[in-house]
């Protein structure tokens, strides 16, 4: 007896073998999502089991702050870009005062964005951010004050990416509610002078 649920789980004899792969896969960016999650499950990975990989302090804080630095470029200037088309940056200007940045992708050019891709970016940006947050109240609680700098660091370089993407979405969504708010205002206030001036 052949089973009819099986059809979607091979390609039609129209499809190409590629693209039946892309469409199960759904990942658009492999190698952005990986390097997504690599540099920030590695410097918890490190951060977590580094008694055990080297005796030195200065050698486990140093990868670790190496880690989050690359997480922090990587995530900020790469997968943003490319997983969820956001990007954020500070700007500052002549007279020296900064100004932080928030960009979208245009709608037009959603379609680009893998609903895959997205999910990872944003587990690993909301995630990992908790983490660090533990390894603070757990460094104070147990009087490890020399973890305290690494911990903190990777507080601010994650929460900084977290702050900036999320200002980035909700942005976005703010622009479009006040652009079609300010246009049924005028709407309505144009129909209002119309019937004022009347007949």
């Not at 759904?26 to 080297?54: M, W």
């Not at 895959?116 to 004050?145: E, M, T, Y």
Request: aromatic fraction near 18%.
């Amino acid at each position: 007896m052949i089973r009819q649920d099986s059809q979607g789980e091979v390609p039609l004899f129209h499809e190409d073998e590629t693209a039946f792969r892309e469409r199960k896969s759904n990942i658009k960016h492999p190698l952005a999502c990986f390097f997504h999650l690599f540099f920030r499950t590695s410097a918890i990975l490190i951060y977590l089991f580094c008694e055990f990989l080297s005796r030195s302090f200065i050698a486990n804080m140093v990868t670790i702050i190496l880690l989050l630095s690359c997480d922090f470029w990587t995530v900020k200037n790469v997968t943003g870009r490319l997983l969820v088309g956001l990007r954020w940056w500070n700007q500052v200007d002549d007279d020296g005062r900064s100004h932080w940045m928030f960009e979208s992708r245009s709608a037009s050019s959603k379609n680009v964005i893998s609903n895959s891709d997205s999910r990872i970016f944003w587990f690993g940006l909301i995630v990992c951010p908790v983490f660090w947050f533990f390894f603070v109240f757990s460094s104070l609680f147990s009087f490890n004050i020399k973890w305290l700098a690494v911990v903190i660091m990777g507080v601010v370089l994650q929460w900084a990416n977290l702050y900036g993407y999320v200002r980035c979405k909700v942005g976005g969504g703010t622009k479009l509610k006040n652009m079609a708010s300010n246009y049924f205002g005028l709407t309505l206030f144009k129909k209002v002078a119309n019937q004022a001036e009347g007949p």
